[in-house]
Nanobody, 124 residues
Framework: QVQLVESGGGLVQAGGSLRVSCTASGRTFSDATMGWFRQAPGKEREFVAAINWSGVITTYADSVKGRFTIFRDNAKNTVYLQMNSLKPEDTAVYYC?????????????????WGQGTQVTVSS
């Protein structure tokens, strides 16, 4: 099993920055593709970013390209999402997820493990 715990959410003004973190325990972290997803009130959960086991390959949703950066520190079993130039529409609960399929995936159903989420609120 894999346990994922997010942290770092909070309230930030539009244009500001925030970094959320996800720390994993259990199955070997460095084997996993890690993803970030988000879910706004009344909306479906959507893909944000993903990173392969080594950190060399990343992919982003069009809505966050150029603003968000996903990176990982395998020595600390942690994946991060650095969010810059935040917009009110970025407001959501942010979830990290792990996939052991051996490739970078963007779809929610491909991820095996999920954290509890951390709230990010961007005020205008």
């Amino acid at each position: 099993q894999v346990q994922l715990v997010e942290s770092g959410g909070g309230l930030v003004q539009a244009g500001g920055s925030l970094r959320v973190s996800c720390t994993a325990s259990g199955r070997t972290f460095s084997d996993a593709t890690m993803g970030w997803f988000r879910q706004a009130p009344g909306k479906e959960r959507e893909f944000v970013a993903a990173i392969n086991w080594s950190g060399v390959i990343t992919t982003y949703a069009d809505s966050v390209k150029g603003r968000f950066t996903i990176f990982r520190d395998n020595a600390k079993n942690t994946v991060y999402l650095q969010m810059n130039s935040l917009k009110p529409e970025d407001t959501a609960v942010y979830y990290c997820a792990a996939d052991y399929g051996g490739r970078v995936v963007r779809t929610l159903d491909r991820y095996d493990y999920w954290g509890q989420g951390t709230q990010v609120t961007v005020s205008s």
